[in-house]
């Protein structure tokens, strides 16, 4: 068998997978009670990296290596990890969720980019790891790439040199199927996870995925939550629910909100609280788990995972010691060297103290941040009240503001085009004379023959702030973030909830206050 399609990533059909969802708050105890502290350092190391039966496993020493490598990240995680669970909305948010990162990267050494939980500024990028990829898997990404479902996000194929010679976007990727004589993205997704074209040539030396601009991250992640409780409320059946929620996390990782932690933010954390508290199962550990890019087989990975989490609790219910692939945690030495079986005891009990300190740090970090989240909840619930009073305007006292601001703009604006022509200047104010409601101006404003325009849209939005009177210093480019969230309002009361605060919901003001 291809090792992408490795038994260990993905439940096998001799496999049976046999399991009835709990409520919350019993699948909650079930993992606290059958998931002991000193094993759940398994929830955030790869499994592959520390397996002792495999021949793909880099062979590591338990969760040491990993701690080493970013010393407090283990502890990190276990602070966040009990946020996540114990501390959580009714629905994620992206609040939640720029919490969790913020949380899970804290105290850690050596993190790319700013710390907090802030979206990225800039634009990310990564290469692929084909023994982690299937051809459906990057088919998926071309075809949302060639429906402009991602933005602006492309792959560049690298030589031999290190210099991108391609780049597949959703303009140029009819051109690219013709040039590797492919049909349709079936066939190119088949010559991509072969690295090589039709007549056996390598293609790239890299493929390297850009994800989209950063300006659009505040959106795409709204977008993907919105859709996530759409779909997740019209499944039947549990596999269709496990399809939706690894989808929405592949979602999250190729959007890449975050310059960094994003794996363990949306894989190790956000699709155990979708399992864990609003679907009563039991959490995911993962043997791989970066197949969150072009791998696809969702419902099996997950599937997968959850074997590995109930095979724990097996152990436990029958008080055996607690072995998965191969490893103790009271004995990750044991099958790893020669020594003196009294310096392996040794060695062990030093890691088992090891361990135990970092359990209790988190959970005094996690208690610490409470109490510090508890205060900036009520600093901001009464900053909230003092900016409460947002001016409602009358549908024609907002259609003047656009008017007049629309009519003064020039054609262009710099370099960026906001009007192909004076006709099409004229269709815009044409389109919001016939609006009779403030919601069918911001519905107007989000058709996708303006929403593609970005200078356009931020126009818009402030258009819609000022009709508010609201005027956060100005609308300079840091609010960027606050025109973002007017333009996702369907209503005038969100709108008016949005315009209030200088940041859409508490959880990103906190996660930008407590991270300093």
């Known amino acids: 068998m291809d090792n992408r399609l490795d038994t260990n ?26 998931y002991p502290p000193a094993e759940r350092w398994r929830l955030i190391v790869d499994g592959q990296l520390y397996d002792k039966t495999s021949s793909f496993s880099s062979g590591e020493l338990g969760w040491v290596n990993y701690e080493n490598r970013e010393p407090n990240c283990i502890r990190s995680f276990l602070t966040a990890m009990e946020f996540c669970f114990n501390h959580h909305p009714p629905k994620a948010t992206t609040g939640f969720i720029q919490e969790l990162k913020m949380l899970v990267e804290k105290d850690v050494a050596n993190v790319m980019g700013e710390r907090g939980g802030q979206f990225r500024n800039g634009d990310v990028h990564f290469a692929y790891v084909l023994d982690r990829s299937t051809p459906e898997g990057f088919e998926d990404l071309l075809n949302q790439i060639e429906n402009g479902y991602l933005k602006e996000a492309h792959i560049r194929l690298i030589n031999d040199s290190n210099i991108p010679y391609e780049y597949i976007t959703s303009i140029s990727i009819g051109r690219i199927r013709k040039d590797f004589n492919c049909q349709n993205n079936k066939e190119l997704a088949v010559c991509m996870f072969n690295n090589k074209d039709k007549d056996g040539i390598e ?3 890299t493929f390297s995925y850009y994800a989209p601009d950063s300006d659009r991250v505040d959106e795409l992640v709204e977008d993907a939550l919105h859709d996530y409780y759409n779909q997740i409320e019209k499944a039947e059946s549990l596999d269709d629910k496990l399809e939706i929620i690894g989808k929405t996390i592949e979602r999250f990782e190729r959007i890449h909100p975050f310059p960094d932690a994003n794996g363990r933010t949306f894989v190790n954390l956000l699709l155990n609280y979708f399992l864990v508290i609003e679907m009563g199962l039991p959490p995911a550990t993962f043997y791989q788990p970066n197949l969150y890019d072009v791998y696809g087989n969702h419902a099996n990975v997950i599937k997968k995972s959850i074997m590995n989490t109930l095979s724990i ?37 030093e890691l088992e103290i090891r361990m135990d300190n970092i359990i209790q740090e988190a959970k005094s970090n996690y208690e610490a941040y409470i109490a510090k989240r508890k205060t900036m909840t009520e600093q901001t619930h009464t900053h909230e009240k003092s900016h409460s009073t947002v001016h409602t305007p009358s549908v024609e006292d907002v259609k003047k503001v656009f008017k007049n601001r629309i009519e003064n703009l020039p054609l262009a ?4 085009s906001l009007f192909r022509s004076t006709s099409a200047k004229q269709s815009v104010l044409t389109a919001i004379e016939h609006c009779k409601t403030i919601e069918e101006i911001v519905a ?40 973002s969230g007017i333009l996702r309002s369907t209503h005038v009361h969100e709108l008016k909830k949005k315009l209030a605060l200088e940041c859409p919901e508490p959880g990103v003001h906190i996660a930008k206050q407590v991270s300093k």
């Open 313 to 349: 609790y097996h152990a436990f219910e029958q008080g055996l010691e607690i072995n998965l692939f191969g490893v103790e945690s009271k004995n990750i030495y044991a099958a790893n060297s020669l020594q003196a079986q009294n310096e392996l005891q040794q060695k062990n009990k």
């Open 203 to 205: 293609i790239a030396k």
């Open 444 to 483: 107007m404003t989000r058709q996708s023959n303006f929403s593609r325009n970005k200078g356009l849209t931020k126009v818009f939005a402030e258009c819609l702030a000022e009709s508010f009177s609201y005027n956060p210093t100005g609308l300079t480019s840091k609010n960027d973030r606050v025109l």
């Open 413 to 416: 604006n710099g370099g960026e």
């Open 9 to 34: 990533f993905i439940i096998q059909s001799d496999e049976s997978f046999d399991f009835t969802s709990l409520t919350k708050k019993n699948a909650l105890s079930e993992f606290n009670k059958k």
